[in-house]
C-alpha cells in the first residue's frame, strides 16, 4: 500500500498549544518544543520518527531541537529530519522553526569538535546537507569551549547568520560569566543571542541557582529548557521499575544507578501530588519549568506519539499554588 500524502492539519494552531515571545525578538515558541537528541537516529524504525514529527505539527509543535551528533549514529538524526523534510515538510518550511548545534564531539581528528571558526563552519554546512535545508532558524555553539578565544567562536556565529546559513544564533551550557560576554559581543554586532538552551528540571535548578534565567531576560534573549523530565526519570517510566524498551535501560546517558531507592520514594509522591492537581507526572514536572515566565518553552524527547499527547496537555494547568510548590521543594529536600 503507498503511504498517504502527509497534509498537516487544519487545527495545527488550535489544537491548545500557546506561543510565547522569545526574549526580545520577533519570535514567538511553542511552550513545548520538540527535541531530536533520541528516538530519531538510523537505529529507530523511521515510521515512528515520521508519526511523531507528525504529531507534532499537526498539534501546532513547530519548533524542532537537533544538532550534529545527535542520534545515534552521530548525524543520523539529521537525516532522518532531512528525509522528514523531503517527504512531507518542505511544503511547510515557513511553518517552522529549526535549530540545529555545534560543539560536542563529531568527526574525529582536531576540527571535529569544541568552538574553533573551522569546526563551526563545517559542521553547519553539514548539518544543512544532511536535513535537506538551504538554512537553519537557530545555530546554537552547543558549549563554551575554555582554549579557543570566545571571540573566534562568537565571530564565526556573527559570520554565519551574513551568510544566511542561519536567521539567529544561541548558546547552550555556557557557564555565565562566557554568557554575558557572549551577550554583549554578539548585540554589538546586531546579531543579538536569541536563545540561551540550559538544563532545567525539578531536579536539576542550576539555571536559577547560578542566574542565568535572570541573565537571560536582562539580556532580551529567551531561556529554553532541555531535558525537562530529566530523561524520563519525572514520569511514570520508573516507577514500577525499569521498561526494558527505556533509555534508563540502555545505561547509556540516563543510568539506573540515579534511581535510588530515595529518588524512587520522591518520584512516587510528586506522582501523588500531580495526581491531586489532575495531571500525569510528566505533565506536572513540564507545567513545573511553565510557570516561570523567563521560561521561553521546554523540549520534550520522545520515543513515542503516546508521550507527545501526555505532555502536551501539560499546558491545560501551569499555575502552581504557594502550598504546592512548598510541597514539591519538601519532597526533594528529603
Ligand atoms: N543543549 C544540550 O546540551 C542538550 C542536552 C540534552 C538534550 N537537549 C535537547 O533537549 C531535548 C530533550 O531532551 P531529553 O530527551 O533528555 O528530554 P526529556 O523530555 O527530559 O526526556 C525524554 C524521555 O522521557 C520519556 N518521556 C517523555 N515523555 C514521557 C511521558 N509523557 N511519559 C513517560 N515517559 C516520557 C521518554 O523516555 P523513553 O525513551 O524511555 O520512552 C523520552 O525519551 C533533546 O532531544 C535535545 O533536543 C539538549
Redesign the pocket.
Known amino acids: 500500500m503507498i503511504n498517504p500524502v502527509y497534509s498537516p492539519s487544519p487545527s495545527r494552531y488550535e489544537n491548545g498549544i500557546r506561543y510565547r515571545r522569545c526574549g526580545r525578538s520577533g519570535i514567538r515558541l511553542p511552550e513545548i518544543s520538540?527535541?531530536?537528541?533520541?528516538?530519531f537516529g538510523d537505529k529507530m524504525p523511521l515510521e515512528n520518527s515520521l508519526q511523531m514529527a507528525y504529531y507534532a505539527l499537526d498539534h501546532g509543535i513547530v519548533h524542532f531541537?537537533?544538532?550534529n551528533n545527535?542520534g545515534p549514529s552521530y548525524g543520523s538524526a539529521e537525516e532522518t529530519f532531512g528525509v522528514i523534510m523531503k517527504k512531507s515538510f518542505a511544503p511547510f518550511r515557513d511553518e517552522l522553526f529549526i535549530s540545529t548545534?555545534a560543539g560536542y564531539d563529531m568527526w574525529p581528528g582536531p576540527y571535529g569538535e569544541w568552538g574553533s571558526r573551522k569546526y563551526l563552519m563545517a559542521s553547519l554546512d553539514q548539518s544543512l546537507r544532511r536535513m535537506n535545508l538551504d538554512y537553519v532558524d537557530l545555530f546554537?555553539s552547543?558549549?563554551f569551549d575554555p582554549e579557543t578565544p570566545l571571540e573566534e567562536t562568537l565571530q564565526a556565529l556573527v559570520d554565519i547568520v551574513r551568510s544566511g546559513k542561519a536567521l539567529y544564533v544561541g548558546l547552550?551550557?555556557y557557564p555565565p560569566e562566557a554568557a554575558a560576554f557572549s551577550y554583549n559581543y554578539l548585540r554589538e554586532r546586531d546579531v543579538p543571542c536569541l536563545l540561551y538552551?540550559?538544563?532545567y528540571?525539578l531536579l536539576n535548578r542550576e539555571p536559577e541557582q547560578k542566574g542565568i534565567l535572570e541573565q537571560t531576560r536582562e539580556n532580551g534573549s529567551g531561556f529554553i529548557a532541555?531535558?525537562?523530565?530529566?530523561?524520563?526519570l519525572?514520569?511514570?517510566?520508573y516507577l514500577d521499575g525499569i521498561?526494558a524498551?527505556?533509555?534508563?535501560a540502555q545505561e547509556r546517558?540516563l543510568k539506573s544507578s540515579a534511581l535510588t531507592p530515595a529518588m524512587l520514594q520522591a518520584l512516587v509522591q510528586l506522582n501523588g501530588l500531580a495526581a491531586e492537581r489532575e495531571q500525569?507526572l510528566?505533565?506536572m514536572a513540564l507545567s513545573w519549568c511553565l510557570k516561570d515566565e523567563r521560561v521561553t518553552s521546554v523540549?520534550?524527547?520522545?520515543?513515542?506519539v503516546?508521550?507527545?499527547e501526555?505532555?502536551l496537555k501539560a499546558l491545560d494547568n501551569t499555575y502552581f499554588s504557594q502550598e504546592e510548590l512548598s510541597r514539591i521543594d519538601s519532597i526533594l529536600a528529603r
Not at 524498551?245 to 534508563?248: I, L
Not at 523540549?299 to 513515542?304: H, Y
Open positions: 520538540l527535541g531530536l537528541w533520541h528516538n531541537d537537533l544538532a545527535y548545534k546554537y552547543h558549549r547552550s551550557n538552551q540550559g538544563r528540571n532541555f531535558s525537562p523530565l530529566a530523561q524520563g519525572l514520569t511514570n517510566r521498561p524498551d527505556s533509555r534508563m546517558f500525569s510528566a505533565q523540549i520534550v524527547g520522545a520515543s513515542r503516546s508521550q507527545l501526555d505532555n
